[in-house]
């Protein structure tokens, strides 16, 4: 069997638990060390306890007392924006040159989106997963830069009021800012903004998203093979990612100019409209919570591929 490194989770919530199983059936490079939460209560902890995994209840602090610890090369923070910053600080005082990958919007690290970016930040120490909304729709954004310069990108992100955690919740100022700033930063767009609603229709309804990008003009079907390659690029890691519909184009022509706030006021080019739906593989949670498969479906692709590079160094 060929060698793996060992990784923690801080968060036995619902991103937690269910990156838990992902790794346990799907991680190549990677096996679960520990699981951290807070609540000696919670069904994530008693999960792992009952797959083998080594859990502390005592949060990070109970994590680095723990014997595990001395062999755990990669964290995965599954907890708040706030929390990882403290998180971080405390880990990297006490193992330096650890590896966090940070599934929250605290964004200490670089924006990481696998398929547009994920290989270049291999060697960085703190990798941030952006938000679900943002592994939903940047690649999108990124798909429309590499033909035309983008202008504006709007991404609206609608998940069932049922997948969002306390967590989600917590974190809604930050997920706005921190897609936004992702959309230009490794999406392309000089602007960027991003929506979230939470849907709370029963039965639930399955994530779907929506991305809107003013470009200059160029081919449209250089544009939609670009939408269609990238989206089978994510397929790989998240199979229920797909479109809902062709990709839709709007000419805006010089005699019908539009406003966007903070980009100008008479505006031409070409909007081009994605529409997105994410279904969960629902290793731990219902299918329709496709904004936290996507999320760890991300973090595992790019922490495996940071394991397989740090064991092709050391071999």
């Known amino acids: 069997m060929s060698k793996k490194l060992k990784a923690a989770i801080i968060g036995s919530g619902n991103i937690g638990t269910d990156l838990l199983i992902k790794i346990m059936r799907h991680g190549k490079n990677l096996e679960v060390g520990a699981l951290v939460g807070i609540d000696p209560a919670s069904d994530g902890l008693e999960r792992a306890r009952r797959l083998g995994v080594a859990t502390t209840h005592e949060g990070v602090e109970g994590l680095v007392r723990m014997t595990e610890f001395a062999d755990i090369d990669v964290v995965f923070d ?110 392309g767009a000089t602007k960027g903004k991003a929506i979230i ?22 081919a449209e079907g250089a544009i939609e093979r670009s939408v269609e390659e990238m989206v089978r690029a994510v397929q790989q890691y998240v199979p229920g990612y797909r479109l809902k519909q062709r990709v839709q184009f709007d000419r805006i022509e010089a005699d019908r100019p539009i406003n966007i706030p903070g980009i100008g006021s008479r505006l031409t080019g070409l909007k081009t409209s994605v529409f997105l739906e994410v279904e969960g593989a629902a290793h731990y949670l219902p299918a329709y919570a496709g904004n936290l498969d996507i999320m760890t479906s991300a973090a595992l692709r790019t922490a495996d591929r940071m394991a397989e590079k740090m064991l092709a160094t050391t071999a």
Do not use: W
Request: overall charge negative; hydrophobic content about 40%.
């Open 78 to 187: 599954a907890t708040s924006a706030s929390a990882h910053l403290r998180n971080d600080a405390f880990l990297r005082h006490r193992k330096p040159g650890i590896r966090l990958v940070d599934l929250t919007p605290a964004a200490i690290g670089p924006y990481c989106i696998p398929v547009v970016n994920g290989d270049a930040h291999l060697d960085a120490e703190n990798v941030n997963m952006v938000t679900c909304g943002g592994q939903a729709t940047i690649p999108i954004v990124a798909a429309v830069s590499r033909v035309a310069k983008v202008h504006y990108g709007e991404i609206v992100a609608s998940i069932s009021s049922r997948s969002a955690g306390p967590g989600t919740r917590a974190n809604i100022d930050e997920f706005t800012e921190t897609t936004s700033k992702a959309i230009e930063v490794v999406g």
């Open 197 to 218: 609603v939470l849907n709370p229709a029963e039965p639930p309804l399955i994530m779907r998203d929506t991305v809107y990008t003013l470009s200059e003009p160029a």
